[in-house]
């Protein structure tokens, strides 16, 4: 089994039920488990302002898919919720990036591993350490050191009360809601 943590993004269409709604869908893809998901992040457009804002998380998978087949997953996903790529950067319903897998260096014309532009991204660095406060990113160094460079940009606020309430509970519906902890752990 390989790990994968998925980028989950949307600013059409209640975007905050849809990715609450995603989560449990990567959960029930065959040879797929949903290890974690961050809470949701409310975030301001990037490099198309003209459209509301975003909601965006990051989920951890445990999977079978080899990286080029779930990226085909995640794609069909995203056009099942119909997403459509009219503008570049522009609104849109879903948007599913597969960030890291494993520590896999990839590049070819269908997928670049590490993600190639999520060290620059806070809305993809918060959601992720929340998660995964040691991950690192193959090639850049520790995603909190990504962060900490990026301080400047601080247009991003964590969706609390209701809303994370009921992604929350979603996930423990579904068995999820927290890593469970080590046995060790407990007795400490």
Known sequence: ????????????????????????ELDRLPGCRLLR??????????GYDFQPDFINAVA???TTYPPHALLMELLAMETRHGRVRSIRNGPR???LDL???????????TLTLPHPRMHMRPFV?????EIAPNSVI???GPAASMLAALADQDDIWR???????????ILCALGQGMVPISRKETIM
């Open 1 to 24: 089994m390989s790990q994968a943590f998925i980028a989950l993004g949307g600013n059409l269409d209640h975007p905050a039920n849809l990715i609450r709604a995603v989560f449990a």
């Open 37 to 46: 998901a961050s809470s949701l992040y409310r975030t301001a457009p990037v």
């Open 60 to 62: 951890l998978l445990e």
């Open 93 to 95: 319903t879903l948007d």
């Open 99 to 109: 960030l890291l897998y494993d520590d896999l260096i990839l590049d070819d014309a």
């Open 125 to 129: 660095l918060v959601p992720l350490l």
């Open 138 to 140: 193959p090639l850049r």
């Open 159 to 169: 969706v609390d009360g209701e809303e994370f309430d009921k992604g929350f509970q």
